[in-house]
């Protein structure tokens, strides 16, 4: 069964790093605005880590990152 957890902020510049929490491959990240609108989705494909570049405007965002048993959610402050 999927359930998703939340995780802590993160401020970032330009890019968006992360590793698989546990050890579950990571296999899409999207990304959403702060109304929730999803303006784009990175499929991966049995990742154990990311780096994404992230050409979005300065503002507050949120990825959605799946792994194979589960999904988390990020909170991302584009500075």
Not at 5 to 30: A, G, R, Y
Not at 38 to 61: D, H
């Amino acid at each position: 069964m999927n359930r998703t957890t939340s995780l802590t902020q993160t401020s970032i510049v330009d890019i968006l790093s992360t590793e698989s929490l546990d050890s579950s491959k990571l296999q899409s990240v999207s990304i959403m605005d702060a109304s929730g609108r999803v303006l784009r989705t990175i499929p991966f494909a049995n990742a154990t880590g990311l780096e994404i570049q992230f050409y979005e405007p300065k503002g507050i965002y949120f990825a959605l990152i799946g792994t194979e048993n589960d999904f988390y959610a990020l909170k991302v402050v584009k500075q």
